[in-house]
Nanobody, 120 residues
Framework: VQLQASGGGLVQAGGSLRLSCVASGRTFSSLGVGWFRQAQGKKREFIGRIDWNGAATYYANSVKGRFTIYRDNTNLTMSLQMNSLKPEDTAVYYC??????????????WGQGTQVTVSS
C-alpha cells in the first residue's frame, strides 16, 4: 500500500483544516489506518486511528473532541478533520497504515507528510 497525504497549510488558531490521504492498493480496505504528527524538535506523536471497516476510532487525549478520522474504502481514502486548532497542533502530519504498534508508531506503510501550521 502506498499512501499520499495532502491538505496541510497555514491556519489561524481556532480554525479548521482537513487532511486527506489517498492510498493505492486494494489491501487498504482491510487495514487499520491512522495519523501521526511530529513537531519540530519533538518525538512523533500518535493522533488517532480507525479500524479497517470504520467501526471504531481511537484518539490521543490531546486531540480528542477536536479531530475526527474518516475513511472511504470504496475510494481508498482517509481524512483527518481538524477543528478548533491550536498553535501546539503545528507539526508535520503523516498518514499510516498497517501498524502492529500504534503507540510506538511501528507501521509498515507511511505517507510523505504534510505540514500544518497554526498561527496564534
Amino acid at each position: 500500500v502506498q499512501l499520499q497525504a495532502s491538505g496541510g497549510g497555514l491556519v489561524q488558531a481556532g480554525g479548521s483544516l482537513r487532511l486527506s490521504c489517498v492510498a493505492s492498493g486494494r489491501t487498504f480496505s482491510s487495514l487499520g489506518v491512522g495519523w501521526f504528527r511530529q513537531a519540530q524538535g519533538k518525538k512523533r506523536e500518535f493522533i488517532g486511528r480507525i479500524d479497517w471497516n470504520g467501526a471504531a476510532t481511537y484518539y490521543a487525549n490531546s486531540v480528542k473532541g477536536r479531530f475526527t478520522i474518516y475513511r472511504d474504502n470504496t475510494n481508498l481514502t482517509m481524512s483527518l478533520q481538524m477543528n478548533s486548532l491550536k498553535p501546539e497542533d503545528t507539526a508535520v502530519y503523516y498518514c499510516a497504515a498497517n501498524c502492529p504498534n500504534w503507540d510506538t508508531g511501528r507501521c509498515f506503510h507511511w505517507g510523505q507528510g504534510t505540514q500544518v501550521t497554526v498561527s496564534s
